[in-house]
């Protein structure tokens, strides 16, 4: 019981120093087609609860992020049903999507 508390103890600790690395430019795409965020195409996708977030697929890799208004809240417009993305969110990358 020892070796997996152990175990479990160093495990937890080599992911929370994992995270205190050096910190990237987040608006750059790292991955086989390199290339600034801003040139890929975003859709919408609806959540459960009916609120938008941006989505974007760039083959492999994919971001979403929840879209606010400018004071900082959801924005729920009711432009699709709940869990449906809308929108050429898989244009902008010649990478096809594996899924």
């Known amino acids: 019981m020892k ?3 152990l ?3 160093l ?3 080599a992911l929370f120093l994992a995270g205190c690395g ?3 430019n987040k608006t750059v795409d790292r991955g086989f087609d390199t290339k600034h965020l801003s040139t890929l195409q975003a859709g919408i996708w609806i959540d459960p609860n009916g609120c938008d977030h941006w989505i974007i697929d760039d083959g ?3 971001y979403l992020s929840q879209r ?3 004071y900082g809240k959801p924005v729920c417009s009711g432009t699709a ?3 449906i993305a809308t929108g050429p969110f898989k244009s ?3 990478v096809p999507d594996p899924i």
């Open 3 to 5: 070796v997996v508390k």
């Open 7 to 9: 175990t479990f103890t």
């Open 11 to 13: 495990c937890a600790t």
């Open 22 to 24: 050096d910190k990237k």
């Open 60 to 62: 492999i890799e994919g």
């Open 68 to 70: 606010l208004d400018k």
């Open 81 to 83: 049903p709940p869990t």
């Open 92 to 94: 902008g990358s010649p």
